[in-house]
């Protein structure tokens, strides 16, 4: 069974979207899978520069969410860091290199789930 934030997958979704902005995330896009799919409740996606950077993001989310008391369930990708998935049961967290974002085209994908609006910086 999945593990459910007290708190809702998706204040739980917004807490990890400013996570990755913290490390330079960039090009996040937060979807709302779990009107579409069983999968999760939301996906993240996010985008570091190089594989140092997508270990940042990841190493930053994983250790703050878990002194907030969320435990990732799963963690596939992080060695090779060109895609690393981390799932939180509701949420299930994607962090890219440009050229993976780029090929795996989840947006397209999940292109029917509802996108969340998120501010970042740089954005009027």
């Given at each position: 069974?999945?593990?459910?934030?007290?708190?809702?997958?998706?204040?739980?979704?917004?807490?990890?979207?400013?996570?990755?902005?913290?490390?330079?995330?960039?090009d996040l896009y937060l979807?709302?899978?779990?009107?579409?799919?069983?999968?999760?409740?939301?996906f993240l996606l996010a985008t570091g520069?190089?594989?140092?950077?997508?270990?940042?993001?990841?190493?930053?989310?994983?250790?703050?969410?878990?002194?907030e008391g969320y435990h990732a369930l799963r963690i596939e990708g992080y060695r090779e860091g060109w895609w690393v998935v981390l799932d939180y049961g509701g949420l299930v967290i994607h962090v890219f290199q440009p050229e993976a974002r780029i090929f795996y085209d989840?947006?397209?994908?999940?292109?029917e789930a509802p996108q969340v609006t998120l501010d970042q910086p740089g954005e009027n």
């Open positions: 069974m999945a593990q459910e934030p007290a708190n809702g997958s998706r204040e739980l979704a917004l807490f990890a979207a400013q996570l990755a902005l913290e490390k330079k995330g960039h979807l709302e899978v779990g009107q579409v799919s069983i999968v999760a409740d939301y520069t190089s594989a140092v950077q997508v270990h940042a993001i990841c190493d930053h989310l994983s250790e703050s969410l878990k002194k989840l947006e397209r994908l999940w292109s």
